[in-house]
């Protein structure tokens, strides 16, 4: 997984990360911020000790944290076909591409880690 810190004057601190885990990027971005590293490395610590997996819900998008992987899906992903009905007439179709991603825990480790020193949360 390759990813770069940016320091936007306009939108503050952001990461940059490849198109298979773009909702990676826009986890970190949106919805930990620097304000909620501490809180993610405290569920690292917790999911390491621990056999069961662990979900961290988020607005629009849920980690779920096992020994082995971070799994990150977004919320759209589990709509109901009943939430749709109302777009059919518009044949719109709910793409999963992007809606789901993955990474070894020790990469996690290592994004969270490199993320909370690029953003001086540590």
Known sequence: ??????RDPISGLRIKISS??????????????????AMVQALIASVSSSYEPLTL??????LILT????????????????DLIAYQDD?????????????GFEDFI???????EFSGSK
Do not use: T
Request: glycine residues 8%.
């Open 67 to 82: 020994k082995d992987e971070a799994l990150f899906e977004a919320h759209a992903l589990h709509q109901d076909s009943e």
């Open 1 to 6: 997984m390759e990813y770069q810190f940016i």
């Open 91 to 103: 044949d719109l179709a709910l793409e999963e591409n992007g809606l789901s991603s993955g990474c």
């Open 57 to 62: 819900k988020g607005q629009e998008i849920d």
């Open 110 to 116: 290592d994004l969270i880690d490199s993320w909370a």
């Open 20 to 37: 298979e885990h773009a909702i990676i990027g826009r986890w970190l971005n949106e919805e930990i911020g620097k304000d909620k590293v």
